[in-house]
């Protein structure tokens, strides 16, 4: 459904810009200022990422992390405005499904692999993690990357979806697969463990800009999915007070200059191992080279028996 709804928007603005394009041309309007205004049209999202940096710097709290400067935040909306393009006009929209799943056999003599589910976020499918993919796949690490539908229904439904891809990779390699989520994802999985059992499943979480409090913005929302997310919201209120799951180990990525998931410790939770990822922005934040590093290093041959990764250090927990 995303996908279509993307490739839609895109080509509107296509049309849009190539018609203004055509249309300028035919009129006396100073070529500086057609080429702005192609610009404008071109780049939608720039003037949306910038209001959003705005109610960022106004109303976010940035603690526990440090005071982002403004030439941090600047640089920040630069890098979600070019990672915006690649993510919402291209990947998602165009090359949902271009890098498939990666299971490859396992043998009976070969220790268990260790899988990865990755889980995105609001209004995106699985080609957000395209460049994930690919690096995954050439380090031969198996992955499942599941697309969470319908994209504007209650997190709730993305349980059975998480829980098919979780057996799967199971069945597949021999071990508990570790579960990467950005985003809401975050909330699903959390969601997801609320089920009996479901612990025994899994090897830990990385969650990357989690709105495991809520967010400041989600107050503008009016997807089902977007109210959840609101900051107090009763959803939320149910899901910290549901069944712990406190034998899986969760470490939590979170930013200082995250234009979507704000003030910042709304990304972090109790006991799990939060880090703080400087100078990027919500969808920028799966480009630092920090996580993914990470993720590898925790993704190991299994030993016969063991039902779970070895817990990282933990940091402060800031919340």
Do not use: K
Request: proline letters at 9%; hydrophobic letters at 45%.
């Amino acid at each position: 459904m995303i996908a279509r709804l993307q490739r839609l928007l895109v080509l509107c603005v296509l049309l849009l810009a190539g018609t203004w394009w055509w249309w300028s041309g035919r009129q006396d309007i100073h070529f500086a200022w057609r080429v702005a205004t192609a610009l404008l049209i071109l780049l939608p999202h720039a003037p949306v990422l910038a209001a959003e940096f705005l109610l960022l710097a106004a109303f976010g709290d940035h603690r526990p992390a440090p005071r982002p400067t403004p030439g941090a935040l600047l640089r920040a909306w630069l890098g979600e405005v070019l990672w915006g393009i690649q993510t919402f006009g291209w990947r998602q929209p165009f090359r949902a499904d271009a890098e498939p799943d990666h299971l490859p056999q396992q043998t009976s003599a070969a220790a268990p692999r260790r899988g990865l589910l990755l889980v995105h976020g609001f209004v995106c499918n699985r080609g957000l993690w395209n460049p994930w993919m690919r690096r995954l796949r050439a380090a031969d690490v198996p992955f499942i990357a599941v697309t969470l539908e319908p994209a504007f229904g209650s997190i709730d439904d993305y349980a059975e979806s998480i829980d098919a891809a979780v057996r799967r990779l199971q069945s597949t390699t021999g071990a508990p697969p570790l579960i990467v989520a950005h985003s809401m994802g975050g909330l699903a999985v959390r969601r997801w463990l609320q089920r009996s059992e479901a612990h025994r499943c899994c090897a830990g979480v990385v969650t990357i800009g989690s709105p495991h409090h809520g967010t400041w913005l989600a107050r503008f929302a009016f997807s089902h999915n977007g109210r959840q997310m609101r900051r107090g919201s009763r959803w939320l209120a149910a899901l910290a007070d549901g069944p712990a799951a406190a034998a899986v180990p969760f470490t939590c990525y979170y930013g200082h200059c995250d234009n979507i998931v704000f003030p910042a410790a709304t990304a972090t939770l109790p006991g799990a191992d939060n880090r703080h990822l400087p100078g990027l922005a919500h969808v920028h934040l799966l480009s630092s080279p920090t996580v993914f590093t990470e993720v590898m290093n925790r993704v190991r041959p299994a030993r016969p028996g063991e039902s779970a990764a070895v817990a990282p250090p933990r940091g402060p927990s800031p919340t």
